[in-house]
């Protein structure tokens, strides 16, 4: 049973504007969200992070908004360029758990 | 300097055949993981050790036995390769058990023929 969803496999937007990407979650338990970006051929890297005490954490163009009552979280990027075309992941854990779940996933492409 | 360094990159195989895939890191982290990415590239737990001890084992068939010799090395042996086997594989490492950024590497990407 998937814990973290991503419902948008892909995702095309043009440089300059506002990348979205979403992601839900089903665990009540999960108070830390984290989300990765992954080019071909790499493992996922490191993108953001965010605590269930906050409901925004930002770090220069990347943004990401936690709304817990809803389970979802999402993350902005802008302005979007080329070099963020990849595949971004959502993550989630638990202070009581020991692993990270993952979502499928979601295949952005920045239109040059 | 790689963080988190596993290898081989890429693994082709026969069925029936035994193989190893070899993970480090130099981060210094108590806690590693391996991570199984399947044709829908769905990013499952497979194992987690957390100071060379086995925290997470996840259904998985018993053909796949990690071995943790400290807590820098974290080695998965496959036994007996199954078509089903082939996708790719991850490595990670974090400082604490799913907390913190975990760091990945570079996948090993195991292909069954």
């Known amino acids: 049973d998937q814990q973290v969803k991503q419902n948008s496999p892909s995702l095309s937007v043009q440089e300059g504007r506002i990348s979205i990407l979403n992601c839900d979650y089903t665990n009540s338990m999960f108070d830390y969200f984290l989300w990765y970006k992954k080019y071909p051929a790499e493992g996922p890297t490191f993108l953001i992070s965010?605590?269930?005490?906050?409901d925004k954490n930002e770090d220069g163009r990347f943004t990401v908004f936690l709304n817990k009552s809803a389970k979802h979280l999402s993350l902005h990027i802008v302005p979007s360029q080329p070099g963020d075309s990849a595949v971004y992941f959502c993550a989630a854990s638990a202070s009581t758990g020991n692993q990270f779940y993952f979502g499928t996933g979601t295949s952005l492409t920045v239109i040059p | 300097d790689t963080a988190v360094s596993q290898t081989p990159k890429y693994l082709v195989t026969q069925m029936g055949n035994d193989k190893s895939i070899k993970c480090e890191q130099n981060l210094g982290h108590d806690t590693m993981y391996w991570y199984k990415q399947d044709s829908k590239k769905f990013l499952k737990i497979m194992f987690s050790y957390n100071n060379k001890e086995l925290i997470i084992n996840e259904t998985v068939p018993n053909r796949f036995s990690p071995k943790s010799p400290d807590k820098a090395h974290l080695n998965l042996h496959i036994n007996s390769l199954e078509l089903g086997d082939s996708a790719v594989y991850f490595c990670?490492?974090?400082?604490?058990?799913?907390?913190?950024?975990?760091?990945f590497g570079q996948g090993t990407r195991l292909t069954v023929v």
């Open positions: 965010i605590s269930s005490i906050k």
């Open positions: 990670a490492s974090s400082r604490r058990q799913g907390r913190g950024e975990a760091f």
